[in-house]
């Protein structure tokens, strides 16, 4: 998979101002009676781009891929597709296939008929057919399963027939649903890699849908944080993770300790808050960030140093006492309590970990980190 | 629900089914009895059957019931189906629920009133009565009867199949065709049958609705009743009920059938 790393680290058509985006959402809100389903969203994807909508349940994301597919009309707006606007297209003339998130599969039809169908209806030869069904069977490891109908299946392995009946196609936009949810860790993995395998190799453009933060952080090019019908942020999954742009994106991505304060000094990008807890921080603020403006400060737990010794700095340090420790194999996390009573989570490779004499319960540490390891936070 | 046999339920069972056939076994036995006179017991015989399929009155009322039924049923699932249809998929049309009532009417409707109305229509569109009229009463009679039972089957129908349809390339009309048609098609099947009956054995509606030349079974039986009961009408109620049977055996013989592979193919492959 290094190689593939290194292919989708030069692909970045979002930073190029001339590209044409392949699929385009113009302000659009969709309304269902009085509810706002999703509201004024605008959000341009790229051709060949493997791209993420993550956010809680109910935040609209299902509503963003039936209206791509065409079983919804945007209330108002305007989705582009390669340059054309999709008003009034039914779904069977859209280039675009989805895997439904209830799979959808035709009960009168065993797995393999249920693979077949969008090929025979776009008349594709009977040899074909069969080929590209085996190939799908095989992708999604259900050879022996072909003559079964839905019924005669486990969860999971409905769940891919769903995604090899979407994918058997070859769309050139392929909307996932949780396509991955119902499998188990190891199957999920694997699966993971063929899809962007054949992502790559096929050059198609993939919309995902998933609830797992980790599975989009692998998959994707670039990830969309949704709430409640809105886009907060889109980037790459390291602009994400190392620089979110709001409390809301930082807490819904992987772990992260929050402190509160007030800004009291800029320069140079670096700004300098008293949090509640104590003590001083100075780090990398989010552009518009102003002295005296009340902020959050945002690290992760992996950032945090944690050590017996004062660290030799004013700023950026804070003592406290070990409450919990978790050890999780390759990593151990400290919870520790300020004095202040906040808990902050610190996680530590064990590679690091002093094997002779390690950090107990109860014991007082000092915390500490480097201004460029967190972000200070405006919302 | 315990599975042991105790005295109080063996003796609900049998007194249920004596209740339900010893009528039925009574009319098939006598059947085959040698006597004209239908209470006297005079030997075996199948003259009377013989003599049934020589009575052509018998036999072309059993021809037009037949058509009948075949026309109608067909034609009341075609139109049940579609009203089905209607009432499920467009919630929000004006008038759907005088739609709705007005599917349901016929089925509490007295039968006297549906076959008096239905002459008068007749009568006051000046068309004759016969074949044509009879079917068309049948039609629609059964047609709500069939619009329940398929649409109590495609309330459960989950559309997104459609939608999937659609997604993979189908127009409308073909997923309906390819999708839903196929996935409720034994609901259809089992509208059809029930309209095929509800035809065979209709005496009310097609009595107001009839006319010369196009006297059906039921009918032609009840009038000879009238005269006095021949072991003819034991023959011909003897044969109606052996088509019945044939008919709910074969059916739950497919379906029993499906089971059966669906649950061989289970067993053949590894979970
Ligand atoms: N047909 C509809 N009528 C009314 N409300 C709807 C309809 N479809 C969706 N909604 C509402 O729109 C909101 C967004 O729904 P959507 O299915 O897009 O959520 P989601 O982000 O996919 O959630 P999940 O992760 O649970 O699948 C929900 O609050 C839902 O109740
Ligand atoms: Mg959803």
Known sequence: MKSLGNVRRS?????????????AFENVTKRFGDFTAVDDLTMHVYEREFFSLLGPSGCGKTTLLRMLAGFEEPTSGD???????????????????????????????????????????????????????????KLVKLEQFARRKPHQLSGGQRQRVALARSVAKRPKL???????????????????????????????????????QEEAMTMSDRIAVMDAGIVVQTGTPGEIYEAPNTRYVADFIGNVNMFEGRVTAIDDGLAEMETGDGFGIRAVAQPGVSAGQHAW??????????????????????????????????????????DSGTIVKATVLNSERAVEDPIGYEERVWLSFDPDCGILLER | MSGRWTWFNVTSVVLGFAFLYIPIILLVIYSFNESRLVTVWAGFSTRWYVEMFNNQGLMDAAWVTIRVALVSATV??????????????????????????????????????????????????NMDRGFWTVTLAHITFSLCFVAVVVQSRLVSFDMSLEEAAQDL?????????????????????????????????????ASFTSGPGATTLPMKIYSQVRLGVTPEINAVCTILIGLVAIGVITATMVTKQRAVADARARQADPA
């Open chain 1, 297 to 338: 400060f945002a690290i992760r737990p992996e950032k945090v140093d944690v050590t017996r010794r004062k660290p030799d700095q004013d700023q950026n340090a804070v003592e406290g006492e070990v409450w919990d420790i978790a050890y999780l194999g390759g990593l151990t996390v400290f919870n520790v309590r300020l």
């Open chain 1, 174 to 212: 392929l909307l996932l649903d949780e396509p991955l949810g119902a499998l188990d860790k190891k199957l999920r993995e694997e699966t993971q890699f063929e899809l962007m395998d054949l992502q790559e190799q096929l050059g198609l453009t993939f919309m995902i849908v998933t609830h797992d």
């Open chain 2, 76 to 125: 009341a699932t075609v139109l049940g189906t579609l009203a089905a249809l209607a009432l499920v998929r467009y919630t929000r049309f004006a008038g759907r629920t005088l739609f709705t009532g007005m599917v349901y009417a016929p089925l509490v409707m007295p039968e006297v009133i549906t076959g008096l109305s239905l002459l008068l229509l007749f009568v006051s569109i």
């Open chain 1, 79 to 137: 989705i582009l597709l390669d340059g054309q606007s999709l008003k009034g297209v039914p779904p069977h003339q859209r280039p675009v296939n989805m895997m439904f998130q209830s799979y959808a599969l035709f009960p009168h039809l065993t797995v393999a008929d249920n693979i077949a169908f969008g090929l025979k209806q776009e008349g594709m030869e009977r040899g074909a057919v069969a080929e590209r069904v085996d190939q799908m069977l």
């Open chain 1, 11 to 23: 692909f970045t058509p979002w930073a190029d101002g001339a590209a044409r985006p392949y699929i």
């Open chain 2, 169 to 205: 390339g189908c127009t409308p009309f073909e997923a309906f065709w390819k999708v839903t048609l196929p996935v409720i098609f034994p609901a259809v099947i089992s509208g059809w049958m029930l309209a095929f009956t509800l035809s065979l054995d209709d005496l009310v509606i």
